[in-house]
T-cell receptor
Framework: DGGITQSPKYLFRKEGQNVTLSCEQN?????MYWYRQDPGQGLRLIYY???????QKGDIAEGYSVSREKKESFPLTVTSAQKNPTAFYLC?????????FGSGTQLSVL | SQQGEEDPQALSIQEGENATMNCSYK?????LQWYRQNSGRGLVHLIL?????REKHSGRLRVTLDTSKKSSSLLITASRAADTASYFC???????????FGAGTILRVKS
């Protein structure tokens, strides 16, 4: 089955802790994206990568970091500098103009 | 930056009725897309309309685009309870292959 796999589904972060959200795709897509979704709001772009070993900041990159060492993988680290990390995080890949999304990770603060 | 704004924020209808959602945006676009999100899940692509198109159909979905008014509408005909979800418009202005999403319309279809 081809698709985007995000893990874990639920994640809890303690104050001062960095946490990493996993995103893997087997669709052979070059471009991948991380979005943040807060209740009642649309999606806001955190980071995106159009090709391996390259990525760009989105609209709300502060407090987050990414890497793109493999085409299949685009992990997102939520650092301790992100003071309000509680949100639903969505990873996506792109084919032509369309995005294909994973099922999301809900991050909460303990 | 949020480009698209959906209207209404929430919509509740009876099964079998039609549902219309609207999206307005601010800048020129290459295309506009509609996505659907079931509660607690990822988004699923529904339909794409390009800036040189005025109307497009896909099954029970009909999308219109008015570039002079910078607006689009999504019509779902003969709605079903399974259509209950949030619907988002997303605009592609061609800058770095980024899509910008609106805040969404929550649709509830009562059976």
């Amino acid at each position: 089955d081809g698709g985007i796999t995000q893990s874990p589904k639920y994640l809890f972060r303690k104050e001062g802790q960095n946490v990493t959200l996993s995103c893997e795709q087997n669709l052979n897509h070059d471009a991948m994206y991380w979005y943040r979704q807060d209740p009642g709001q649309g999606l806001r772009l955190i980071y995106y990568s159009q090709i391996v070993n390259d990525f760009q900041k989105g609209d709300i990159a502060e407090g987050y970091s990414v890497s793109r060492e493999k085409k299949e993988s685009f992990p997102l680290t939520v650092t301790s500098a992100q003071k309000n990390p509680t949100a639903f995080y969505l990873c996506a890949s792109r084919r032509e103009e369309k995005l294909f999304f994973g099922s999301g990770t809900q991050l909460s603060v303990l | 930056s949020q480009q698209g704004e959906e209207d209404p924020q929430a919509l509740s209808i009876q099964e079998g009725e039609n549902a219309t959602m609207n999206c307005s945006y601010k800048t020129s676009i290459n295309n506009l897309q509609w996505y659907r999100q079931n509660s607690g899940r990822g988004l699923v692509h529904l339909i794409l309309i390009r800036s040189n198109e005025r109307e497009k159909h896909s099954g029970r979905l009909r999308v219109t685009l008015d570039t002079s008014k910078k607006s689009s509408s999504l019509l779902i005909t003969a709605s079903r309870a399974a259509d209950t979800a949030s619907y988002f418009c997303a605009t592609d202005a061609g800058y770095g292959n980024k899509l910008v999403f609106g805040a969404g319309t929550i649709l509830r279809v009562k059976s």
